[in-house]
């Protein structure tokens, strides 16, 4: 889906990338980008209070010229995730222009600061 919104690898670009993408997030968000990634641990941790499992669960979408449609016929938390995590990769492409390489495999001590505020 990130791949389908950015033309780059959610792996290689978004793992690791400042305080909050990738597991876990703490301290404050170092650019745009990371913010996108803030605010999609917030997303998650809604679904998990829902009983939700967002890491494990599948979902079907379409994609077309950037655009990002999630399937109809699925669970609420199936539906839910796939907004999540098409919120996200909306994200990412509306701050490509601010993305900044230095912050990819970024040292999570760095981030000096509260756990995750929602």
Known sequence: ???AATGRSALLSY????CFC???GSGT???PTDQCCQAHDCCYRRLR???CSPLITPYSFTSSDGHITC???QSWCQRETCLCDTA?????ASTLNSYNNSYRFYFKLKCQGSKLQC
């Open 71 to 73: 399937g109809d016929e």
């Open 15 to 18: 793992s690791w990338y400042g």
């Open 22 to 24: 990738g597991i876990g």
């Open 29 to 31: 968000p170092v650019d």
């Open 49 to 51: 209070a829902g009983e």
């Open 1 to 3: 889906m990130i791949w």
């Open 88 to 92: 996200v990769a909306s994200c990412f």
